[in-house]
């Protein structure tokens, strides 16, 4: 499947949130430096809800075809009631 990708000028990637399967184009290799500052904004807010940015949620029961799919666990912010996919807990370091 990589090869395939990798001859449609795509990169064949596992998503590490939900673990489903991401086709990037190859075109896009290198990262800007706005695109970097983005996603160091990202890893900053990691932990808060999507909506309201509060960091108060609790652990939500996945349904039977989120089971099936293998979606990752997920939360339910106290605040705003809004369902989103648990954050994963990723050490920054310092570079």
Same mark, same amino acid.
């Given at each position: 499947?990589?090869?395939?990708?990798?001859?449609?000028?795509?990169?064949? #990637?596992?998503?590490? $949130?939900?673990?489903?399967? &991401? /086709?990037?184009? @190859?075109?896009?290799?290198?990262?800007? *430096?706005?695109?970097?500052?983005?996603?160091?904004?990202?890893?900053?807010?990691?932990?808060?809800?999507?909506?309201?940015?509060?960091?108060?949620? #609790?652990?939500?029961? $996945?349904?039977?075809?989120? &089971? /099936?799919?293998? @979606?990752?666990?997920?939360?339910?912010? *106290?605040?705003?009631?809004?369902?989103?996919?648990?954050?994963?807990?990723?050490?920054?370091?310092?570079?």
């Amino acid at each position: 499947m990589y090869g395939l990708a990798k001859a449609f000028g795509y990169r064949l #990637r596992i998503c590490s $949130r939900c673990h489903r399967y &991401r /086709l990037l184009p @190859r075109h896009g290799e290198r990262i800007s *430096r706005q695109e970097e500052r983005q996603q160091r904004h990202e890893r900053e807010t990691l932990g808060v809800c999507p909506q309201c940015g509060k960091k108060d949620f #609790r652990r939500s029961r $996945r349904r039977w075809w989120e &089971r /099936l799919i293998m @979606r990752g666990p997920m939360v339910r912010c *106290r605040a705003c009631h809004t369902r989103f996919p648990m954050p994963r807990v990723e050490s920054i370091g310092t570079d």
